[in-house]
């Protein structure tokens, strides 16, 4: 069943989660809840959605590319590129955006290549390596699991923030992030 997304300045968005410890029933309808609700997402639509957005203080998120879903319950990384990459180029970078922060965009820097390890809904452990687009969502999404936004990544490095004006299709930069970001 589709859960309504938290937004911020929720408290549960800026909490560690939780690690799975059991993987049965009740795990599965959760994950199953999660797709639910990243399925159901419009205005805007995302491509990851972690528990903490549907108010569960769980360790896992579910991803949706390439009409694919994903489960990654307990996930870590294992190994990343030294090198740091905005996604794109350096004139047209990739801006993330949040579920849980609607209609704001930025870049972030993020290692270009990930090894991750994670389990699935039944327990099932897996490794997997993940470059540039993929990894950029799985570390996304992971950064949900310790209480990180997109957006600290903004003020930390002095990067642009932008509002998406979805009347007009156009990104319109932030002149001032810190007065936007105040949670």
């Known amino acids: 069943m589709s859960k309504p997304i938290i937004s911020v300045p929720h408290a549960v968005l800026r909490a560690k989660s939780n690690p799975f410890t059991d993987f049965g029933p009740e795990t599965q309808a959760q994950v199953k809840d999660l797709v639910d609700s990243l399925r159901s997402a419009k205005e805007p639509e995302g491509v990851g959605l972690s528990f ?33 990459t905005l996604g794109g180029t350096l004139d047209r970078p990739t801006l993330e955006g949040c579920l849980s922060i609607p209609w704001l965009y930025g870049p972030v820097w993020r290692p270009k290549k990930i090894k991750i390890l994670a389990y699935n809904e039944y327990g099932v452990e897996f490794t997997k390596t993940l470059s540039s687009f993929p990894a950029r969502l799985f570390y996304h999404e992971l950064d949900h699991l310790e209480g990180i936004l997109f957006t600290d990544y903004t003020l930390r490095s002095h990067l642009p923030l932008y509002f998406l004006d979805h009347v007009e299709d156009k990104f319109i930069e932030v002149e001032d992030p810190s007065l936007v970001i105040k949670w």
């Open 52 to 84: 903490p957005q549907i108010g569960l203080s769980s360790r896992g998120f579910v991803t949706y590319l390439d009409r694919k879903v994903r489960v990654y319950l307990n996930p870590q990384i294992l190994d990343e590129d030294d090198k740091k």
